[in-house]
């Protein structure tokens, strides 16, 4: 059962119940304010977030492209290098080749000319 609250009671807290209450809505109604800046805040730092990270893509982007073309550029002077070496080199060996055939020949001729010249003796 339900007690009722005395008269005079009643007369005195309600009118600061009613107070409590608008200071209550006052403050919700700030504190509602306040989450909408914070909220907006942080919507304005994601957009700067997002800017930034599509102007970090964008640079990464570039320096990845200007990597791409002076390494390609390198492995063409490399390739075109190393092919002219080898060229010398093909030469050189076929120059090398040569000289060695002429030596033998050389040398089986001179072994003739010894032969020949102790059979005249």
Request: charged residues 40%.
């Amino acid at each position: 059962m339900a007690e009722k609250i005395p008269g005079w009671l009643e007369r005195v807290l309600l009118p600061q119940v009613s107070e409590l209450k608008g200071e209550l809505k006052a403050s919700n109604a700030k504190i509602d304010g306040e989450f909408k800046a914070v909220h907006s805040e942080i919507r304005r730092l994601d957009q700067k977030i997002d800017g930034l990270d599509e102007k970090f893509t964008q640079k990464i982007d570039g320096l990845d492209e200007k990597f791409t073309q002076r390494i390609d550029g390198l492995d063409a002077r490399l390739t075109q290098k190393i092919d002219g070496l080898d060229e010398k080199l093909t030469l050189r060996m076929d120059g090398l080749e040569k000289r060695l055939d002429v030596g033998e020949r050389l040398t089986a001729v001179e072994t003739k000319v010894q032969e020949l010249q102790s059979k005249i003796r």
